[in-house]
């Protein structure tokens, strides 16, 4: 698919301070249960690789990744609940992996709900495998849900 004349193309960019209020309110519609703007800013603090999908206007995704040694971690990949399905949850996870390269790291991971059905075909093809269950992880109706960790081998690559 090309792009109209005069188009922007969004651009993937390191988040700022200034992006935590458009960035929050993304995470708050899009999720059931949300981070809060403060864990946003700790990530920032921390280092961790925070990047946003800026459409030049408006924010329309972002990722953020912890590295530690040799292993990293998806914290939170997020794509506007009105964007979804257009292509940028795979760009940003596209992203991800290839500074996980970069950075030489040997393994990526993260947790998904069972039922995020989305998320699990997109991890899954992009060569994420399942690796166990973390019992309880997340908050649910009525109680808690199991969360399915996955894993990225890049030493298979
Ligand atoms: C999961 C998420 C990041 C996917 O991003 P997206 O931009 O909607 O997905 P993309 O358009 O890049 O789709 C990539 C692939 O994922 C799969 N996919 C994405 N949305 C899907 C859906 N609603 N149903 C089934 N498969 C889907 C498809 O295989 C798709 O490829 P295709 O378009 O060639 O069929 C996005 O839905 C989202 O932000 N969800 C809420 C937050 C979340 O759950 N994040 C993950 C936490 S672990």
Request: glycine letters at 8%; a negative charge; proline letters at 3%.
């Amino acid at each position: 698919m090309s792009a109209q004349p005069g188009a922007v193309i969004p651009v993937i960019r390191v988040m700022r301070p200034s992006d935590l209020d458009a960035v929050t309110a993304i995470e708050q519609r899009t999720y059931e249960y949300p981070w809060g703007r403060g864990i946003f800013s700790d990530c920032l603090m921390a280092d961790y690789l925070c990047v946003v999908l800026d459409s030049g206007t408006d924010l329309i995704a972002y990722a953020i990744v912890s590295i530690a040694a040799a292993e990293g971690h998806i914290l939170n990949l997020c794509v506007d609940k009105n964007m979804q399905h257009r292509g940028y949850g795979q760009q940003l996870l596209d992203y991800a992996l290839d500074y996980a390269r970069h950075k030489c790291i040997k393994r990526l991971f993260l947790e998904v709900r069972p039922s995020n059905e989305a998320a699990i075909i997109l991890y899954t093809r992009a060569g994420f495998n399942s690796l166990g269950v973390r019992k309880g992880y997340y908050k649910a109706t009525g109680g808690n849900e199991d969360a399915l960790v996955l894993v990225h081998e890049f030493s298979s690559d």
